[in-house]
């Protein structure tokens, strides 16, 4: 049953689980905005009847989900009830089928009771033996910026051998499946391009980084994973630049993909929100295509910019073309179509999708990321 009525939804409920957003604080400080949260705790507090478990499934510092508690009791002093971190791993464009099928389930409780609770509400994942981690509420919390930090740290080491692999002469994208093919490593986010972007991981690494400051501890390896990410997107600037001989002030170049991950409109943080803007600045002209973020990357993107509907429309003689996101149709492209329609036939690949031989071959003047 479906209500936007929360007195008629609360009442009866024996979880209630809290998700909304936490963005970065809108003072630029890199600390999370628990405004949403505290909100909801508010509005649910007066409504709780019998026993309830109010779960907490938004990322979050540790301390959030006790706070939520004081301020239940607060407000409904007579109010029953535990708090549970129940962190989510979902990923964008694929959460139902992660939600279904996920790799494991977080649970932070303190009392046997809400831990039954929990334990009922995921008794169909635990049917299928998705193995259901139960913790501390702290330990839950901390377990959602961990994982996210540690994949932007995987991210940002892959970029930074790709830049060590142009200057040997090596091929990132053979050592990322050699690395890769160790257990203790694993081939997923080995995968090198124009740095991360998105709603989780640049907002989590430096949430994550006022946590750790705050409790007098320090966590280089992130405060690096945060710089190379930046510097990053700076080289593909650089990277573009030199492909156009050294200018691109009046160039024309076509951008296929805006949003920072295929199957999403998603355009926080996206690579393509710094790479274009810098471009832009020097005078280049910018077409641009993408398959569902072109309105949302309007809001996010200066003036200036042309919005085609189609790929090679994008291509029509321009100076250079810029495979920013790997959107499925980019890895079919008709690169015949291409490079007769380009002014210019350089084709600047940061998703490694084409092979540099093949595309050398059909007279690209091509570069990739890490691949020579």
């Known amino acids: 049953c479906f209500t936007t009525n929360i007195a008629e939804a609360i009442p009866e409920a024996e979880a209630i689980f809290i998700a909304v957003g936490t963005p970065s ?6 600390y999370a905005d628990l405004t949403y949260i505290y909100e909801a705790s508010k509005e649910i507090a007066g409504y ?7 779960v907490d499934k938004s990322t979050v510092p540790v301390g959030t989900a006790r706070q939520v508690a004081r301020i239940i009791r607060k407000e409904n002093p007579a109010a029953d009830f535990d708090v549970a971190s129940n962190p989510e791993f979902l990923r964008e464009g694929a959460a139902i089928a992660d939600f279904m099928r996920p790799d ?8 046997e009771k809400a831990g ?3 334990q009922e509400i995921y008794k169909p994942l635990y049917l299928i033996d998705t193995p259901i981690v139960r913790t501390t509420i702290e330990t839950a919390e901390l ?12 991210i940002s080491f892959i970029n930074e051998i790709a830049n060590v692999c142009e200057s040997v002469g090596a091929d990132v994208t053979a050592l990322a499946k050699a690395i890769g093919m160790d257990g203790r490593i ?3 986010f080995l995968h090198p391009g124009p740095g991360y972007g998105g709603s989780c991981f640049p907002k989590d690494t430096l949430a994550l980084m006022r946590i750790v400051q705050e409790h007098g501890e320090h966590m280089r390896i992130v405060e690096a994973a945060i710089e190379v990410n930046a510097a990053q ?3 593909m600037v650089k990277k573009i630049r030199d492909m ?4 691109e002030a009046g160039k024309t170049i076509a951008v296929l993909g805006l949003t920072f991950k295929p199957e999403t409109d998603d355009m926080r943080d996206a690579p393509a929100a710094t790479i274009l803007p810098a471009l832009l600045e020097k005078g280049a002209r910018i077409r641009a295509h993408d398959p569902k973020g072109m309105a949302e990357a309007k809001k996010y993107l200066p003036a200036g910019i042309e919005y085609v509907e189609d790929a090679y429309e994008a291509c029509g003689n321009a100076d250079a073309v810029v495979l920013m996101t790997e959107w499925n149709q980019y890895r079919a492209l008709d690169l015949d179509r291409i490079i007769e329609i380009m002014r210019q036939p350089v084709f600047i690949d940061l998703r490694n999708v084409y092979e540099p031989e093949k595309m050398k071959s059909l007279g690209f003047h091509y570069t990739a990321v890490g691949r020579r």
Do not use: H
């Open 186 to 188: 694993g081939g997923k």
């Open 244 to 247: 156009l001989g050294g200018s």
């Open 116 to 118: 039954q609770v929990m």
């Open 104 to 111: 494991r389930v977080v649970v932070g409780v303190e009392s």
């Open 143 to 154: 377990t959602k910026y961990a994982a996210n930090a540690f994949l932007a740290v995987k």
């Open 25 to 30: 604080s809108r003072r630029g400080d890199g």
């Open 233 to 235: 997107k700076a080289r």
């Open 48 to 54: 709780l009847r019998g026993y309830t478990v109010i």
